[in-house]
């Protein structure tokens, strides 16, 4: 999985429109090879896009959580210090 896509269910506040948006745009890029589509291929890219999008908000809004919501900033800290624990900084 591209490691720029973040887990966006279950969150206190809900995903936002451009969280989804990124997420797709970076399936969309990592499926197609391309950090940017040809001329020729954009209206794909961007098609695509918007349909996977679409398809994550379908998707996170039709999910049932049994657990309470995640803190977004207590997971951004937790990530932070496994990241500090990896690389060492």
Known sequence: MCRSIRPLHNFAPPATAD????????YVR?????????????????QAVEQVAAASRQLLDSL????PPKDREVEAAKARARSAARYGT
């Open 19 to 26: 969280e989804v948006q990124a997420a797709a745009l970076q």
């Open 30 to 46: 990592k499926i197609s090879g391309s950090a940017r589509p040809a001329r020729a291929n954009e209206a794909a890219f961007a």
């Open 64 to 67: 049932v959580a049994t657990t």
